[in-house]
């Protein structure tokens, strides 16, 4: 079993500074890509930030230049840094990964995702 462990959500005002982190564990073989998506009430899931395992890196237009994503492979970790927040980035942040795991028949890649992390810009 794969499992993704979001931390790091909160209120903070707008203006503020938040970092969100996604640890993976259990049966990892390897990780290629990584990424946060977010979900605003009644709003779809929309794709934030990716990172391959060689640090390539995507951004969506609403959050260049604000947001920054990482990844530490060692550790199984990816980071995002968020900065100038707005009350529009308010939403639950999804870390999400394609990993290489145990399968019936062996190794197979899944995609797996964390529970949610919630952001809340207000002042």
């Known amino acids: 079993q794969v499992q993704l462990v979001e931390s790091g959500g909160g209120l903070v005002q707008p203006g503020g500074s938040l970092r969100l982190s996604c640890a993976a564990s259990g049966m990892i073989s390897s990780i290629d890509v990584m990424a946060w998506y977010r979900q605003a009430p009644g709003q779809q899931r929309e794709l934030v930030a990716d990172?391959?395992?060689?640090?390539?890196?995507n951004y969506a237009d609403s959050v260049k230049g604000r947001f920054t994503i990482s990844r530490e492979n060692a550790k199984k970790t990816v980071y995002l840094d968020m900065s100038s927040l707005k009350s529009e980035d308010t939403a639950a942040y999804y870390c999400?990964?394609?990993?290489?795991?145990?399968?019936?028949?062996?190794?197979?890649?899944?995609?797996?995702w964390g529970q949610g992390t919630q952001v809340t810009v207000s002042s």
């Open positions: 990172i391959t395992d060689g640090g390539s890196t």
């Open positions: 999400y990964a394609r990993i290489l795991g145990p399968g019936d028949l062996g190794p197979m890649w899944f995609d797996s």
